[in-house]
């Protein structure tokens, strides 16, 4: 079975204090790993999908990154504006407990950035 | 484009009352998935479409709960005789494809069962 754990719970910067979340993950074959922000009252929205060990992808401030075993968010000096719940989801391969289409995700980790 | 639409946005709904909860996914998308997500909590899966096939609702909580997308395009889950631990976020998301398609995510209907 699928499992994603993240952390810390909650965490909060001031503006321009850069930071990781982290996403621990146990999936038997990993068909990609994706990173989605949640403002409260909407949907997750979409940021990265990464797909194997060693990579990385970037969009403004974020920086997703990815080994074998966990993926990392990194926020080079963040504004308010960032502030929001950060999920982290798995899609395995079918037949491993998992699924190859539908996402396990962590609960989440709430950044608060204050000005 | 549109982005997927979950309408309505908020239900309260009376304890044993039946409720219909509408997702009209992005235009062309093939696949189609509703998600349950309690406070605090991240999404859990409940069920997956294919087009018009219901190919997994192993994430369902009971036989009270029903999906239909009978025209591969817009999909209702219907939850019948509400219970308060019904109370919660259902996400409705889609993708192009199948396999490693990007899940792009609705509004979500939030139910709050009294």
């Known amino acids: 079975e699928d499992q994603v754990t993240q952390s810390p719970e909650a965490l909060r910067l001031q503006e321009g204090e850069s930071s990781s979340l982290n996403c621990s993950y146990t999936v038997s074959g990993l068909r990609g790993l994706f990173w989605y922000r949640q403002d409260p009252g909407k949907g997750p929205e979409f940021l990265f999908t990464?797909?194997?060990a060693g990579e990385e992808k970037e969009k403004e401030r974020l920086k997703a990154t990815l080994t074998k075993k966990e993926s990392f968010l990194h926020i080079t000096a963040p504004k308010p504006e960032d502030s929001a719940t950060y999920l982290c989801?798995?899609?395995?391969?079918?037949?491993?407990?998992?699924?190859?289409?539908?996402?396990?995700f962590g609960k989440g980790t709430l950044l608060t950035v204050n000005p | 484009g549109a982005g997927v639409s979950q309408s309505p946005r908020y239900k309260v709904a009376k304890r044993g009352q039946d409720v219909a909860l509408r997702c009209d996914p992005i235009s062309g998308h093939v696949s189609l998935f509703w998600y349950q997500q309690a406070l605090g909590q991240g999404p859990e899966f409940l069920t997956y479409?294919?087009?018009?096939?219901?190919?997994?609702k192993s994430g369902l909580p009971s036989d009270r709960f029903f999906a239909e997308r009978p025209e591969g395009s817009v999909s209702t889950l219907k939850i019948q005789r509400t219970q308060q631990e019904d109370s919660a976020v259902y996400l409705c998301a889609s993708s192009r494809g199948t396999v490693q398609e990007t899940q792009y995510f609705g509004p979500g209907t939030r139910l709050l069962v009294l």
């Open positions: 989801a798995v899609k395995g391969f079918e037949g491993s407990g998992g699924s190859n289409y539908k996402l396990t």
């Open positions: 990464l797909y194997s």
């Open positions: 479409f294919q087009n018009e096939a219901q190919l997994d």
